[in-house]
C-alpha cells in the first residue's frame, strides 16, 4: 500500500485541476483495497474513489479524508471462449487492446476514452446518443464489493441509463471488476477500427488541452451556440466541452457549468451534469 500525503489531485485528473487529497492511498491488490475500505469505514473517515480521473472536477481547496486510487488493485485480464473478465483498475486502451489480440471485437470505440473499466462501468461510458453505444452494451456482470462481501451483479440489476447506472445510488459499492461476452472478429480488423477511430478523434481539443470530456449528458443548442468560444479565466467552453487552457482554476469552470446550466434551463433542458464535482 502507497500514501502520500497532501498530494495535488491535479496529478491526478485529466482537467488538471485540483488541490491536494489530505491522504492519497494507492492499493497494490484487490485485498489491499478492501481493506483500505473498510478501515475507513471503521474509523469513520471520509473517503471518495479515483479511477483515472477523466470524469472529475477537483475543488482548489482539496479533499479532506482519504482518496482510494484504485488504478493498481485490481488489473488482471482473463479470456474462456468469448468471455473476458477485466478489473476495475485496467485502462479501457488497455482492455480493448486485450480484445483485438485475441480476435475479439465490438468495443474499439472505447479506445479513446481515457478512463479505467471501474470508472466506464459506473458511468456507463460510451459514444454519444447519437451512435447508441454503451460500455454495457456487452457487459454480463459487475463484481463488486458491497461494503460487507464480494458478491456479483448481472446486467439488469446494475440499472443502466444513458451515463449513469445503479453505482451512483450506492456510494459503499466499489467496483472490482467484470465480465463481458464480446463478438469474434479477425485482429486485423479491429486493429483498422482502433486506427481510423483515433484517426477521427485525434483533432479533438481534448487531445490538445486538459478536460473532463462532455460536460452535461443533455445538450441545450441555444446554450452551445452562445456560449460556444466563451473563456472565463483559463477555462473555455467549446461544444459542450470545457478545457483547461493553462492555468484554470475549480471556480473558472464552475462558473462556465452555471451560466450553461442557466441557459439550459431557459431552453427548458435538463442540465444533468456528466461529470463529478468534488468540492473541499
Known amino acids: 500500500m502507497k500514501r502520500k500525503y497532501d498530494e495535488p489531485l491535479r496529478n491526478h485528473t485529466t482537467f488538471k485541476i ?16 478492501i481493506n483500505e475500505i473498510q478501515r475507513c469505514e471503521n474509523e469513520g473517515t471520509n473517503y471518495k474513489i479515483l479511477g483515472n480521473g477523466s470524469n472529475i472536477l477537483v475543488d482548489d481547496k482539496g479533499i479532506d479524508g482519504v482518496v482510494i486510487k484504485n488504478t493498481k488493485a485490481c488489473t488482471d485480464i482473463e479470456i474462456e471462449g468469448n468471455v473476458v473478465e ?9 482492455f480493448v487492446k486485450f480484445c483485438v ?7 474499439e470505440y472505447l479506445y479513446s476514452i ?7 462501468i459506473y458511468m456507463n461510458a460510451g459514444r454519444g446518443k447519437k451512435h447508441n453505444l ?11 464489493f458491497d461494503g460487507e462481501k464480494i458478491r456479483r451483479l448481472n446486467k439488469e440489476k446494475c440499472r443502466f441509463t444513458y451515463r449513469g447506472s445503479i453505482f451512483h445510488e450506492n456510494d459503499s459499492w ?27 478523434v485525434k483533432e479533438w481539443p481534448i487531445y490538445k488541452y486538459p478536460s ?24 473555455k467552453i467549446k461544444g ?18 452555471n451560466i450553461s446550466r442557466i441557459l439550459s434551463y431557459l431552453t427548458f433542458k435538463k442540465p444533468e451534469l456528466e461529470i463529478e464535482i468534488w468540492e473541499g
Open 18 to 33: 485540483g488541490g491536494p487529497a489530505e491522504v492519497l492511498s494507492i492499493p497494490e491488490n484487490e485485498e489491499e483495497l
Open 86 to 94: 477485466v478489473g476495475s483498475s485496467v485502462p479501457l486502451q488497455r
Open 101 to 107: 489480440d485475441n480476435d475479439l471485437g465490438s468495443m
Open 114 to 120: 481515457p478512463g479505467t473499466i471501474g470508472g466506464a
Open 134 to 144: 454503451s460500455i454495457s452494451d456487452n457487459l454480463i456482470s459487475v463484481k463488486i
Open 174 to 200: 466499489i467496483i472490482l471488476g467484470a465480465e463481458f461476452e464480446l463478438e469474434n472478429q479477425p485482429k486485423e480488423v479491429g486493429e483498422k477500427k482502433i486506427k481510423d477511430r483515433m484517426e477521427k
Open 212 to 235: 473532463a470530456g462532455t460536460v452535461f449528458k443533455q445538450k441545450s443548442s441555444l446554450a452551445n451556440k452562445l456560449l460556444n468560444g466563451l473563456k472565463i479565466g483559463d477555462a
Open 240 to 257: 459542450g466541452w470545457i478545457f483547461n487552457l493553462g492555468d484554470a482554476s475549480f471556480y473558472d469552470v464552475l462558473w462556465l457549468i
